[in-house]
């Protein structure tokens, strides 16, 4: 499967932030992601690796400001 971020974000009825078009080529955990997976963040104690994990997305819920990624 090959999707970018825009498509994605359309298709889940969210809101991409950032490059819309970055194709994402896989899923994996927030510290497993690289460039080409998005990833996402649904226990508060994972919020912490936002800033460094290396995926090329991040699903968070709407309330979720994180910070240094867009």
């Known amino acids: 499967m090959e999707k970018t971020l825009g498509q994605l974000a359309e298709f889940l ?3 991409a932030v950032g490059d819309t078009a970055a194709v994402i080529t896989g899923v994996k955990g927030i510290e497993e992601a690289g460039a080409g997976d ?7 104690k994972y919020m912490k690796f936002l800033e460094t994990t290396a995926a090329s997305a991040v699903i968070v ?3 979720v400001q994180p910070q240094g990624k867009s």
Request: aromatic residues 8%; proline residues 15%.
């Open 13 to 15: 009825g969210g809101v």
């Open 38 to 44: 998005i990833t996402f963040v649904a226990n508060p």
């Open 61 to 63: 819920a709407p309330d």
